[in-house]
């Protein structure tokens, strides 16, 4: 079983519309969670960080349940630059917090 | 420099031929990260350097692969007899320090091809 799992998708989606993405993990030892977006043939670049409270930034929304061992991240009103793929990241704690990412969510917004 | 950088950008190389992947971290940065990305998946852990020292390598995935970073600034990712198992992209990221407070900067990547 990976560490982290998401749905890979592809999650096809009309401009405009909201979209949800959910990942879990599985070492309940994770101390920081983050999305990540990875464009084609791009490096990974952060989107946001993930709060036990919930953060909003902007048209991005991202929750995580520790109970659950779940995050989400909800993207409102897409648009056509959003079409990238998204990575759920954990990090554990030690003497580095190396990240472990999920497989990744890919979505296209289409016109 | 600015960002993360790394090269080759591309490598195409035979099955059994060894290659050398170098990255040259944000100046000052401390930690700096591999990750092995295979197509369709996220990005997984090789291995961790702190200055010179190599702190964490229990992501390599066999002793064909070796890492160093003598002087404590660039790194360079040596495969020794490469396999078509190999083919991925390799992504560098270094960070101000280890507990990634202040983030990780990934380079753009080496897509190693294995023919």
């Known amino acids: 079983r990976k560490e982290v799992e998401q749905d890979p998708g592809p999650f096809n989606v009309p401009e405009g519309a909201t979209v949800a993405f959910n990942c879990t993990y599985s070492n309940s030892a994770s101390q920081s969670f983050f999305w990540y977006r990875q464009d084609c043939r791009k490096e990974p670049k952060l989107l946001m960080s993930v709060y036990s409270s919930g953060n909003e930034d902007g048209r991005f929304t991202a929750q995580l349940n520790r109970a659950s061992q779940y995050i989400s991240l909800l993207i409102r009103d897409s648009k056509l630059s959003d079409s990238a793929t998204y990575l759920c990241v954990v990090t554990v704690g030690g003497s580095a917090r190396q990240l472990t990412f999920g497989s990744g969510t890919q979505l296209t917004v289409l016109p | 420099g600015a960002g993360v950088s790394q090269s080759p950008r591309y490598k195409v190389a035979k099955r059994g031929q060894d290659v050398a992947l170098r990255c040259d971290p944000i100046?000052?940065?401390?930690?700096l990260f591999w990750y092995q990305q295979a197509l369709g998946q996220g990005p997984e852990f090789l291995t961790y350097?702190?200055?010179?020292?190599?702190?964490?390598k229990s992501g390599l995935p066999s002793d064909r692969f070796f890492a160093e970073r003598p002087e404590g600034s660039v790194s360079t990712l040596k495969i020794q007899r490469t396999q078509q198992e190999d083919s991925a992209v390799y992504l560098c990221a270094s960070s101000l320090e280890g507990q990634g407070v202040y983030g990780y900067t990934f380079g753009s990547g080496t897509r190693l091809t294995v023919v």
């Open positions: 100046s000052g940065h401390v930690s």
């Open positions: 350097f702190q200055n010179e020292a190599q702190l964490d």
